[in-house]
């Protein structure tokens, strides 16, 4: 089934009109009319039309139906009709239901005449749509797969597309391995630190992750204001700090079940602390600074803050339990 796309143009999804209004008639006849029409849609609005079925006005259900019946179309009707040119997109029809209370536009040709009506729920079921389509390509970019792996490409074109994300992958854990080795003696000395470092690794890359997620859907705004990105960051690091103190705590309470005293068991719980806090600030800043730079920060952001993730981590948790515990 093919994706739906807000640059389709009115045209080519307007439903039709059956409920138009001749403008020189009586309220009293064009209710004997619709009366005998079979109506099969549903109705939003009366629009009201010339003999060339020319756009005119337009009459609300209730403004129909409470209206002196001998009043005529033209005197009665709004004329001032919000709509919509045949040429535009659905991505305008949005923007104009967006600015106006309306559950409906008209769509009207060059010349004016009446082609049809887009309510806002079909606008609104295509804009939610796209939007899926849009995520599911961000998540797929971030960890390194196109929605085109899905279809029959070579097995060479795979292997190049999926390959620098495992390369920078392979890149993260040979500094972790150095890092490690530069520490040894106090993992030598305290076992109980290197049990801990996959889950360690783990919260800092979860919370960078999610910090970058955040932080992308925020460059999707059509226009970047440092302030408001400022302001975002703020509030993002705020909550990290918070979730980094949680699992900080939790696991410094879990770790004190290996009966290896409390000051290791502390060292843990301030690494994760420290870890988590700067991994998450590394999210929100990195794709920011690759949008700024010109460069997609949907398809570099996610290796990128992982390999920083990784690297400062094990740094930082291995580098503070040296200086405490030795």
């Known amino acids: 089934m093919?994706?739906?796309?807000?640059?389709?143009?009115?045209?080519?999804?307007?439903?039709?009109?059956?409920?138009?209004?001749?403008?020189?008639?009586?309220?009293?006849?064009?209710?004997?009319?619709?009366?005998?029409?079979?109506?099969?849609?549903?109705?939003?609005?009366?629009?009201?039309?010339?003999?060339?079925?020319?756009?005119?006005?337009?009459?609300?259900?209730?403004?129909?139906?409470?209206?002196?019946?001998?009043?005529?179309?033209?005197?009665?009707?709004?004329?001032?009709?919000?709509?919509?040119n045949h040429r535009q997109t659905l991505q305008d029809a949005m923007e104009m239901f967006a600015k106006n209370p309306l559950l409906a536009l008209p769509v009207v040709d060059d010349e004016n005449r009446l082609l049809g009506t887009i309510d806002v729920q079909m606008v609104m079921d295509e804009a939610v749509d796209v939007a899926d389509v849009r995520t599911r390509l961000d998540i797929f970019q971030m960890i390194g797969v196109s929605l085109e792996d899905g279809k029959k490409i070579s097995l060479g074109k795979g292997y190049q597309q999926r390959m620098p994300w495992l390369l920078c992958n392979v890149f993260s854990g040979l500094i972790c391995a150095i890092i490690s080795r530069f520490f040894e003696v106090v993992l030598a000395k305290y076992l109980?630190?290197?049990?801990?470092?996959?889950?360690?690794?783990?919260?800092?890359?979860?919370?960078?992750?999610?910090?970058?997620?955040?932080?992308?859907?925020?460059?999707r705004r059509p226009r970047f204001y440092w302030k408001i990105a400022i302001a975002r960051g703020k509030r993002e690091w705020r909550l990290a700090s918070l979730?980094?103190?949680?699992?900080?705590?939790?696991?410094?309470?879990?770790?004190l079940l290996?009966?290896?005293?409390?000051?290791?068991?502390?060292?843990?719980?301030?690494?994760?602390?420290?870890?988590?806090?700067?991994?998450?600030?590394?999210?929100?800043?990195?794709?920011?600074?690759?949008?700024?730079?010109?460069?997609?920060?949907?398809?570099?952001?996610g290796p990128v803050v992982l390999m920083i993730a990784d690297m400062l981590t094990t740094g930082l948790y291995l580098g503070l339990a040296s200086w405490w515990l030795l």
């Not at 093919?2 to 209710?31: M, N, Q, W, Y």
């Not at 009665?76 to 709509?83: E, G, I, R, S, W």
């Not at 502390?266 to 590394?282: H, T």
Request: charged letters at 20%; glycine letters at 6%.
């Open 2 to 84: 093919p994706e739906k796309d807000l640059t389709k143009t009115a045209r080519e999804c307007f439903s039709p009109v059956e409920t138009t209004l001749p403008i020189h008639g009586t309220i009293e006849e064009a209710l004997a009319v619709l009366r005998k029409k079979t109506i099969s849609q549903k109705i939003i609005y009366f629009y009201v039309v010339d003999e060339e079925h020319k756009l005119k006005g337009v009459i609300s259900t209730r403004q129909l139906l409470l209206a002196d019946p001998l009043r005529r179309m033209g005197e009665f009707m709004q004329p001032a009709v919000v709509k919509i």
């Open 192 to 219: 109980l630190l290197a049990f801990f470092i996959p889950l360690v690794l783990t919260l800092s890359e979860s919370t960078s992750m999610q910090s970058m997620t955040q932080s992308l859907l925020f460059l």
């Open 243 to 255: 979730l980094a103190l949680s699992s900080g705590i939790l696991v410094a309470l879990l770790s």
């Open 258 to 301: 290996w009966g290896d005293g409390f000051l290791p068991s502390l060292c843990i719980g301030v690494g994760i602390l420290f870890s988590v806090i700067i991994s998450a600030l590394f999210g929100i800043a990195i794709p920011i600074l690759l949008h700024r730079t010109r460069l997609d920060p949907k398809v570099a952001s």
